[in-house]
């Protein structure tokens, strides 16, 4: 079995943790290979020795051999490491070494969920991805987005964000931004403008303004098989688009057209707990002192 270890920065109360999750692996005969900045960050930053592997730099190196994509960290690093999988079909987990972490499988190291993983005795999930069509998305710029995709003021100015569903055209929205998020986006930044909840299997896209500049605006869910058409005026001329955790500037009044992928992310669950167990565990939903 091969396993791709990917992570960004880690704080050092974590090094002992996260070398017992190495050694573990290698010590089941695991195939190792990390992503090479973080090796180099391990090498520089800890006299603990470091199981041995080989290296990769980024999507176009990533072996094709790859059984399992580890990735080391909380959300944003989950996220971040969709750039590189892709359509590559190899599954992914993730464990949090970082605050939240709640879209990453496990929460902390223990041999149940390590020989879960190498004895493949987990269950795959499939989640929806968005991809977007813009002539001004800059070059080598991800188009997937597992999350959302956002619209967002880089003044203090409003936007009037404008948006055609499947060629209808909906009133515009006068706000700070709009979020366009999947089902597994929605307890994210959807979430925080005040966008509903979805379970992750539901086929839908969510379109939830942020702050909008009106009394009878509302949050609007249409079918993940629709063809969703954006652009943004603003006085200033531009706007922030982003996809999940990465961003550049939309000039005011380019076209973007967003659709539900082609293909799907494998996300590894090495957990029992269900995605509503995770909603009260991680976000608190329902906490009520008359529920204890």
């Known amino acids: 079995m091969k396993i791709a270890i990917f992570a960004r920065e880690i704080n050092e109360k974590w090094w002992n943790r996260l070398m017992s999750v190495l050694k573990e692996l290698d010590s089941r005969g695991v195939e190792l290979t990390y992503y090479r900045p973080f090796y180099t960050n391990m090498v520089h930053s800890t006299d603990i020795p470091i199981p041995a592997g080989d290296l990769f730099t980024g999507e176009l190196d990533l072996p094709s051999d790859t059984d399992i994509f580890l990735c080391l960290g909380g959300d944003g690093t989950f996220l971040e490491s969709i750039t590189m999988v892709r359509d590559r079909d190899i599954p992914i987990a993730g464990v949090n070494f970082g605050r939240l972490g709640f879209l990453t499988a496990a929460d902390s190291v223990n041999e149940e969920w390590i020989d879960a993983l190498v004895s493949k005795s987990f269950q795959i999930e499939k989640r929806a991805l968005l991809t977007v069509s813009s002539s001004a998305i800059p070059p080598n710029f991800c188009r997937y987005a597992l999350n959302e995709v956002s619209f967002q ?89 982003s996809l999940d955790n990465r961003s550049f500037i939309l000039p005011a009044g380019e076209k973007v057209l967003i659709s539900k992928a082609e293909f799907d992310i494998k996300y590894i669950s090495l957990t029992k707990d269900s995605f509503i167990e995770a909603l009260k565990e991680k976000l608190l939903w329902g906490k009520d002192k008359r529920n204890s």
Not at 168 to 178: N, T, V
Not at 201 to 222: C, D, E, F, M, T
Not at 232 to 241: D, F, L, P, T, W
């Open 153 to 241: 003021r880089k003044d203090p100015s409003m936007l009037a964000v404008y948006v055609k569903v499947n060629g209808m055209e909906l009133p515009p929205y006068w706000s700070d931004g709009l979020v366009l998020a999947s089902p597994t986006g929605s307890t994210a930044y959807c979430l925080s403008v005040g966008g509903p909840i979805a379970l992750p299997g539901v086929k839908a896209l969510i379109l939830a303004p942020i702050a909008p500049h009106n009394l009878n605006v509302r949050p609007l869910v249409v079918s993940d098989d629709s063809l969703i058409e954006i652009h943004v005026e603003s006085r200033k001329g531009s706007a922030i688009m």
